[in-house]
């Protein structure tokens, strides 16, 4: 009888309970400046991109949104319980090649990234974390352990599957403790063969360096969602300096709004009719494009006030990428335990994004001057038809969040 691991990678983008203790602080190893780092920025960039577009393919029409980091974090520490095929095609469906980066070099480059994204800002929740239940009777391997502890931050919880619907409550009372209560009843489906469940989670809050004036919101503003649908939004609306620019290549305007601290957003509006020519282009290649072309000018800028998630089912989409041994009964995870027949059995994601004039939750009220009207006659940039949206942390350029805004009103 075989094994199951139950694979569940839960985003929020809005709420997150902030996991450090009280008074201590963890240090990096200066993440900024380690070479494989920066070597794996543009690979898991690329891997993002290349889950858009399988995203993408299945729901064309549709909004999407989802962690590529999350993901990837995830995929990498069920790797080191794995070995031989099991282990290579998960490294490889990330973009890893295992001759050119060892193991132990992608291993300790995630965990540097996980470092560097929890480490405390002002002015900026980020947190990424895990969580392992294993069955009780289940004897993983004592340096699995370690290894998800120390490179992961993982918590292990030794659990008891025998009973699902016990089980059930406990990973869903763990999930809506992380997660203040805004995720609720996330497992419906345990298995009943389940011995495993891992669960990522990456919580984000920040504010908008230049906040939006909410007496300036246009209520019922048009947003052409397709050739023939247009939907009413809240359309917030600011004269500002931002860094933006026209890519003529791409057919695209892209605009940069930064977050207060160490992370930024990246609003990117085909011309109509070119979505699919940018979605198709979309590189960690176009991102360092963007980045050296950038300027900062004047603009006259209105973006929809909006709230977006997505939840998907990865089993399909991680075999097409090429992750088959893990799902199958040769799966080999005997670098997670000596027990025979574990094998994958499904992978969830869930992430969830509020867009609104203070940044992604509410905060302190900002006092805004009054000032005399702007005559002087500047670009206008309006977001009122589909736009890609792309949140990046500064410092390892990591994209936390990346999602396509089809229809607004579509929470």
């Known amino acids: 009888m075989p094994l199951f691991l139950y694979l569940v990678l839960l985003v929020l983008g809005l709420h997150c309970v902030h996991l450090t203790s009280k008074g201590k602080v963890t240090s990096c190893l200066s993440p900024q400046q380690n070479a494989t780092l920066h070597k794996m920025s543009s690979i898991n960039a690329d891997f993002a991109f290349d889950l858009y577009r399988r995203f993408t393919a299945e729901t064309p029409d549709q909004n999407i949104f989802f962690s590529p980091v999350s993901i990837s974090a995830a995929l990498a520490m069920l790797s080191l319980g794995a070995c031989s095929s099991t282990q290579t095609q998960i490294l490889e469906s990330l973009g890893y090649n295992l001759t050119e980066t060892p193991m132990a ?34 004897k993983p391997l004592a340096k699995f352990l370690d290894d998800v502890k120390n490179l992961y931050k993982t918590d292990v919880f030794s659990t008891d599957f025998s009973s699902v619907s016990v089980a059930q409550q406990e990973l869903n009372s763990h999930v809506e403790r992380q997660t203040e209560g805004k995720i609720v009843g996330l497992i419906q489906d345990l298995k009943p063969n389940t011995i495993m469940v891992l669960v990522n989670y990456i919580c984000f809050k920040a504010q908008w360096a230049n906040p939006f004036d909410p007496s300036k919101t246009e209520e019922g503003s048009s947003f052409l969602v397709d050739k023939t649908t247009t939907v009413q939004v809240p359309m917030m609306h600011q004269m500002e300096q931002y860094y933006h620019l026209v890519d003529t290549e791409l057919n695209c305007t892209v605009l940069q709004m930064d977050y207060s601290k160490n992370a930024l957003a990246l609003f990117v509006l085909p011309k109509e009719g070119q979505m699919e020519w940018v979605e198709g282009a979309m590189s960690s290649k176009t991102l360092k494009k963007w980045n050296r072309l950038l300027q900062k000018g004047w603009i006259d800028l209105f973006v929809p006030k909006f709230s977006m998630s997505g939840t998907y089912d990865l089993g399909d989409i991680l075999l097409k990428m090429g992750i088959q041994d893990a799902f199958a009964d040769s799966a080999d995870f005997s670098g997670l335990t000596k027990d025979n027949g574990l094998k994958l059995s499904s992978a969830a994601h869930k992430a969830v994004l509020n867009v609104g004039e203070k940044g992604t939750e509410a905060i302190p009220e900002v006092a805004f001057l009054n000032q005399a009207e702007i005559t002087l006659l500047h670009p206008v940039i309006q977001f009122d038809r589909s736009f890609l949206l792309l949140i990046l942390e500064k410092s390892t350029r990591s994209i936390l969040f990346l999602g396509k805004v089809v229809d607004p009103t579509e929470a």
């Open 105 to 138: 070099e992608i291993q300790q480059g995630f965990q540097h990234l996980i470092c560097s994204l929890n480490f405390p800002k002002k002015e900026l929740e980020l947190q990424m974390g895990n969580a392992l239940f294993i069955e009780k009777r289940l």
